[in-house]
Structures are given as C-alpha cells and as structure tokens.
C-alpha cells in the first residue's frame, strides 16, 4: 500500500489526501468527492470513459456555451451525436432524431460534428493512459480498459489513486472530464464507469460482486441487447440474479455459448485480459487461381474455405469483425470490393461466408476472376460478438456447430473437421 494511503481506507479525488472512513468532507480541502471501498486498494482492472465526449470538447473550446444544454449532431443523418449533460436533463440523448431532441430542449445550441477534433483529443487521452500502463485497451474514440496491476511499484501509489490522478490530469491538461470504473475484471469495471456520470469514479469489488449483479437487468450484461433480453424475458428471466440461481448445463443447454457466458457474467466471473488493440485494421484471406473462374459454383467453396481462414485469424487474435469485405479481381485486373456491415461483430466462418455469399452472388454475371477474396473491418472486441440469433434459429445451431468444431479441431488438429463445402477443395490453390 502506498504512503500516504496507508491507513485510510478512502482519498480525496480532489486533492488526494488519504481519508478515514466515514468522512463526509475532506479532512484537508473541505472537497465531498470522497472515494471509500473495501477493496479499493487491490483493484487494478479499470475503464475510463469520456464525459459527453463531443460536447465537452466544444463547450472546452467556447467557454460561452458552458451553461447552455449543446447538442453535437445535424448533417444528412439528422441525429443527435450526443448531448452535454445540461441538455440530458431535458431528455436529449444519442441517436435521437433532431427535431425531437429540439423539442424537448428548443433552447439547446446545435453544432456540426468536427470529428479531427474529437479524434484529436481522443489520442491525447489516451497517451495520457499510456503513461501509467501499457496495457490500454481502446473501445471507442472515448473509452479504454486499463490493467494497472504491477503499476503500483513503479508509480508508488496504487491503482485508484493513480487513476483519480488521471482525471484531475484530464481535466486541467486537456480540459474535459472522465468518468472512472474499477473493479477486478473488464465486465464490472465497465459497469462501473457508467454508475456516476460525470466526473464519476465508481468501485465494485470482488465481494459486492454477486449481490451487486442480482437486482439488475440481463442487458447489463455484455452482450445481452434488446433482442436477447427479449428471448430471455420470455424464457421468464428478466434480472441477473434470476440467472444466479440457474445451473451452467442449464443455460448452456438452451442459449448455446451465450448461455455459458451468461452463467459466468451473472456471477462476476470475467477473466478476459486487457490487450492493447492490434494494429491490424482488417483480417482477410485471398486466393489467385490458376485459372480463371466466372461460375457461382465453383467460387462458393473457395469462398467457404477462404471464410474459415478469416475466423480463424480472428480467433486467434482475439477479435471479431463488424463489416465483412468481399473482394474480387477480375481477369482484365479490375480490383472489386464489396462490404457489408453486419448487426452484430462477428467471428463465426459460418457468418462471414453466407455474408460473402450474398456479396458474391451480385458480382458473378459472368464475369471472369483471377482472385477472391473475403475479410472482415471495423475489429472489436469479440465480447459483443454474435449473440444468438433469434429470428434465425439455425443460425444460432450452426454457430454451436462451429464452437463444437472448433473445439475439435483444437483437440485433434485442423484436418479433423471438414465442412460439406470445403470436403474435397483443400488442395484447390
Ligand atoms: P459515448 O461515450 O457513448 O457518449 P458520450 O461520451 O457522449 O456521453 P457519456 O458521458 O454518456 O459517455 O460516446 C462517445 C462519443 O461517440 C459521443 O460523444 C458522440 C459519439 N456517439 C455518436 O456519434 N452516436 C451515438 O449514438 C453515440 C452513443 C455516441
Ligand atoms: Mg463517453
Ligand atoms: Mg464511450
């Protein structure tokens, strides 16, 4: 434990004094932003997230709209980007459509999105982050995980002293506010982020876990959106603590692999790592025939094979791609890419071939290829990656089939399991 923290069991997001418990004001500055937990000298896992990114950084850059509700958005779409936490009161929210967002704050002052700026300012974050660990995971523009354990030595202060330090260094070197979550893995520490908004700094420990989770929603838990919650609800689950009380075979038996990480989310059980983001943009496999080949038939199993490949990858690297790319390159060397942007990130061979699938069907007009080629962008982390299915129930078979394979293939190697499609095709380039 830290000097200065010694003893205390809490400390000053303002000026960083060590707190005994139960204080309501600080002991030095008089400030009521006092962080007290159990734990919270033993937490390392955090996520940061920025306060109304967006509007925070053009209220920094206009100090005449600080007390006035602003609201980032207009252009083609009409949608609200987001809303200072002024016009929030008034029931402004993201994705809203303009007019509406007019109609509860007719007073708000509506600006274009200067996204350079944001992104700006987003790397200036996070270069703040990277100064106390290497381990900064990116989520979005605005938000990253932090794993700060090992830190506490070189910093000589622990992890939530060092990220209350951050926020203060945010706030005066950048001029915009962070909202702080710590816990002891991503799952919780990212619930947490969100419980104080703004200028929040929020603690769960390992011990409040379980009793923390019960009373809320399933869609607390990563992953579970509005169509899952939805299964759930009828299935008659509508709280975490309801999953509490099922068995593991139980929900693995009815919600696939996203029956298993409901039963282990639901207890607090998180024991993914915070990587740095790979670099790479995109995964992708091509392949250049011998021949050319103009006939849908014949692309289909490269296409399944090449489809394999990608999930693979993006096993492996630990990521899931949100927009699937074919690409084709004529015989005459014409270059043709297709992108499709799914509902859902994806990781599955299963998805991203029947999505290359519909890509290619437009583009074999006769034509003759050299190349195919499929991949998938926009890579995030696979936590979000495909939720069952509910209008497609055979997807959500076919995804087990593909969880199943994979684990043979890890017990037995990659020749073990072959598919229908690509049976046969394996020495074709
Ligand atoms: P968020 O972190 O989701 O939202 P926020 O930072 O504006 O507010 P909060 O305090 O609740 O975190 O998103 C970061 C930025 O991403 C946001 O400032 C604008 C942009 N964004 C959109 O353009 N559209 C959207 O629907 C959302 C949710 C965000
Ligand atoms: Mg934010
Ligand atoms: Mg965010």
Redesign the pocket.
Known sequence: MAQGAAHHTGFCRDCLTGQAEGLRRCRACGSPRLVYHPELYDLTIAHI????????VEKRDNPELVDKPVI??GGKRG?????C?IARINGVR??MPMFKALEACPDAVVIR?NMEK?VTVGRQVRALMQELTPLVQPL????AFLDLSGTERLHHDPPARILAKLARRIEREIGISI?VGLSYCKFLAKVAS?LQ??RGFSVIGQAEAVGFLAPRPVTTIWGVGKAFAGTLEKDGIRTIGQLQTMEESDLMRRYGTMGQRLWRLARGIDDRTVHPNDPAKSVSAETTFFDDISRFEDLVPILRQLSEKVSTRVKRQGVAGHTVVLKLKTADFKSRTRNRRLEDPTQLADRIFRTGLNLLERETDGTKFRLLGIGVTDLTDPARADPPDLVDQQATRRAAAEAAMDKLRDKFGKQAVETGYTFGTRNRD
């Open positions: 997230d920025c306060d109304a990114f967006y509007a925070s980032i958005g949608v609200v980007s987001t809303a936490y993201s994705a999105p944001y979005s523009i605005d938000e909202s969100d908004k703004p």
